[in-house]
């Protein structure tokens, strides 16, 4: 009995072209001068899922690193959820909470401060039940 090796590849040209700019510490508008094209379209090439392999070549050389590089590069489920979720992404959700009219910059230390509030509560109810139960005695 012969097993078949799975030859498929989760494989997504775009991320892989973000993954590498990321590592190098590059950005969109660097890579976009590097290429001489526009920002937007190098946002464009990093959502799809197959590039052509001339738009590769090029990638790869502003990149400077092999094309096989990208055509290869496996995708990880928990890498891009880790990368799209990171705090340093300047997406402004891990910084900015909206609650009402009032911008909260850190939502841990609203929750600590609503702790703090919740716990001096709790300590006026035990408060007033001690004199409760000692003008019974």
């Known amino acids: 009995m012969e097993t078949k090796e799975q030859t498929f590849k989760n494989t ?13 510490g590059i950005k969109q508008e660097v890579l976009a001068d590097m ?3 526009t920002q937007a379209r190098v946002s464009n090439f990093e959502q799809k ?5 001339e738009i590769i070549d090029k990638l790869a050389k502003a990149l400077n690193v092999a094309p096989q590089l990208i055509k290869e590069l496996e995708e990880d489920p928990v890498t891009v959820i880790i990368e799209n979720n990171r705090i340093d992404n ?6 900015n909470y909206i609650a ?13 401060e609503l702790f ?5 509560k709790e300590q006026e109810k035990i408060a007033l039940l001690e004199k409760l139960l000692g003008e019974k005695k």
């Not at 899922?49 to 392999?53: A, G, R, S």
Request: net charge neutral; no cysteine.
């Open 90 to 95: 300047n997406s402004g959700s891990a910084y």
């Open 49 to 53: 899922k197959v590039l052509e392999d």
């Open 116 to 120: 703090e509030r919740l716990l001096e």
């Open 35 to 37: 290429m001489g094209i």
């Open 100 to 112: 009402g009219d009032n911008i909260i910059n850190n939502p841990i230390d609203k929750i600590a």
């Open 12 to 24: 997504h040209h775009g991320h892989a072209v973000k993954r590498i700019r990321h590592s190098l």
